[in-house]
């Protein structure tokens, strides 16, 4: 049987390795930060069918597994979101850039909002 102390360093050891994952999730690319936060549901997932499963499994190693999973998540899933925003914003500034700055092109310039063309 595994000891209390070697148990320990399990949460310990995950904790750490997705406090990184996080950390460093910013650099990746949507795609990957997706499979990151898809990851992390299923092993939530995984847990709790293990905790469940298993008898002797201990609770209290299931329950903080899952809380620092948990956690992990959400700041993961506020990272995946502000990047999503920030690829929008420069796809919208690259369409404005190949459209000429911005303005309206020459034929709609000359247009007022009420009139009608024949």
């Known amino acids: 049987?595994?000891?209390y102390g070697l148990l320990l360093l399990i949460p310990c050891a995950a904790a750490v390795g997705v406090f990184l994952l996080?950390?460093?999730m910013h650099r990746l690319s949507l795609r990957v930060q997706f499979l990151v936060?898809?990851?992390l549901g299923v092993s939530i997932g995984f847990?709790?069918?293990v905790m469940v499963q298993m008898p002797e499994f201990p609770t209290w190693l299931g329950v903080s597994l899952i809380a620092v999973v948990f956690v992990?998540?959400?700041f993961g899933t506020r990272i995946f979101l502000r990047s999503m925003s920030q690829e929008d914003k420069k796809a919208e500034e690259d369409a404005r850039g190949q459209d000429g700055g911005g303005f309206p092109p020459a034929g709609l310039r000359s247009?007022?909002?009420?009139s009608r063309t024949p």
């Open 37 to 39: 936060l898809l990851g």
């Open 72 to 74: 992990a998540s959400l």
């Open 47 to 49: 847990i709790f069918l």
């Open 1 to 3: 049987m595994i000891s």
């Open 22 to 24: 996080i950390r460093g």
């Open 111 to 114: 247009m007022k909002p009420g």
